[in-house]
Structures are given as C-alpha cells and as structure tokens.
C-alpha cells in the first residue's frame, strides 16, 4: 500500500507540534482563544440563568399525586 509523503507540518516521532506547525498557528491563537472564552462565558450565562429561573418559579399550584395507602401486610411481604 502506498502512502503519501509525510506532511511537514507533522512530527515524525510521536506526538507533537513541529516548530513548521507553531509557526502556521500562531496568527490564529489569539482568535482562537478569544472564542473559546466568549463561548464558554455564553454557555455559562445561559446556564446559570436557567437555574436562577428555575430557583424562582412557585411550584406550590402543582397539585401532588396522593400516596399510595399503607397496608399492615406490606411489612410482610418483603422481597429479598
């Protein structure tokens, strides 16, 4: 099977950033790192404003399902 010359920009022991690789990223870290925050703050924000909206609704309107009778034989009917 034939395969393609290795690229430059990529090390040939391992893993890791050719000094061809740094160089090629460099113009795009600054940007890059300015959309990870701004992303990640907009996540954020909308995270924590669903749980402070939630953290105020009333639920006190919501009727509650009545629970289910007691019974003596329930004690002994338990399953092991």
Same mark, same amino acid.
């Given at each position: 099977?034939?395969? @393609? /010359? @290795?690229?430059?920009?990529? +090390?040939?022991?391992?893993? #890791?950033?050719? /000094?061809?690789?740094?160089?090629?990223?460099? /113009?795009? &870290?600054?940007?890059?790192?300015?959309?990870?925050?701004?992303? &990640?703050?907009?996540?954020? +924000?909308?995270?924590?404003? +669903? =749980?402070?909206?939630?953290?105020?609704?009333?639920? #006190?309107?919501? /009727?509650?399902?009545?629970?289910? @009778?007691?019974? +003596?034989?329930?004690?002994?009917?338990?399953? =092991?």
């Amino acid at each position: 099977m034939v395969f @393609p /010359p @290795p690229s430059k920009y990529q +090390a040939t022991t391992g893993k #890791g950033f050719t /000094p061809a690789l740094q160089r090629a990223r460099r /113009p795009y &870290l600054v940007r890059n790192v300015l959309t990870g925050v701004a992303l &990640l703050s907009f996540t954020a +924000a909308v995270y924590s404003y +669903a =749980i402070l909206a939630v953290k105020q609704d009333d639920l #006190g309107d919501i /009727p509650l399902p009545s629970p289910p @009778p007691s019974s +003596a034989n329930n004690n002994n009917n338990k399953t =092991i």
